[in-house]
């Protein structure tokens, strides 16, 4: 554990932030869905938080985001480091990898457009969790109005395809922010996912808030509130912040 963190300590702040000034963060976390706007290209951003949820569960969630080409975005992450408190295991999770493309700017009140094509790998350490394939495609539609903003997030689910049960969902993700005062802001979501094959749908209701400590910095909190299938509860903290400029 102590390396985990002298790994994420160097990575935040040993890389150096070059000619990164002047782009702020567009993060994803703490919540279940996307917004239509790609990285800047050239830039690279890194996203870090912690995962709780019910029966001693702990995850370490990542996402490195690089910024191709407008309007084009690539993205490496997932889960990763997870601690099964029942088990008492401790590995890494599966590997998503994941590329996003807006094909539509706002104009008044039409909102962005993109998507974002994702499949996650089986990396996972033995006995951490089903090692399987997983497949997924949203719309994204992002709208802003001043200091509030929404995303739309639509599509379909193919998880565990390389097993003999494919369980295949289509994701309903809303999401409202706003910008309260100062670097303070709120997120309310909710998420969730229609089963289409033999499994229990699965309902999230997060709210958040979020804290800019600076343009390329913002910190952020969330308790997620889950029904049917979904666990109970979930808590999410975390940080987004752009590392450096490469090109």
């Known amino acids: 554990m102590r390396t985990i963190a002298v790994v994420c300590l160097l990575l935040v702040f040993a890389i150096p932030q070059v000619r990164a000034g002047g782009v702020s963060v567009n993060p994803t976390r703490p919540t279940f869905s996307d917004n239509a706007h790609p990285m800047a290209t050239g830039h690279l951003e890194f996203e870090l938080g912690g995962h709780f949820w019910k029966h ?88 802003q109005f001043g200091p509030m903003s929404w995303d739309l997030n639509t599509g379909i689910r193919m998880r565990a395809i390389d097993s003999r049960n494919t369980l295949t969902d289509i994701p309903v993700i809303l999401a409202l922010s706003a910008r309260i005062v100062g670097p303070l802001g709120v997120v309310m979501e909710m998420a969730d996912y229609i089963p289409m094959s033999n499994q229990d749908n699965a309902l999230h209701l997060l709210g958040a808030i979020t804290w800019s400590l600076s343009p390329r910095l913002v910190m952020d909190f969330a308790f997620v509130k889950g029904f049917d299938g979904a666990p109970d509860w979930e808590v999410h903290f975390g940080f987004t912040t752009t590392l450096a400029r490469l090109w």
């Open 56 to 143: 001693d569960q702990f995850g370490l969630p990542f996402l490195l985001k690089l910024g191709l080409a407008d309007p084009v975005e690539f993205k490496l992450g997932g889960e990763g480091f997870r601690w099964n408190g029942v088990a008492e295991e401790f590995g890494f999770s599966n590997l998503g990898l994941f590329v996003k493309a807006r094909f539509l700017r706002q104009r008044g009140m039409t909102p962005a457009m993109g998507f974002l094509g994702a499949i996650i790998l089986p990396t996972a350490s033995d006995n951490l969790r089903e090692k399987t394939c997983d497949l997924g495609f949203l719309l994204l539609m992002t709208g």
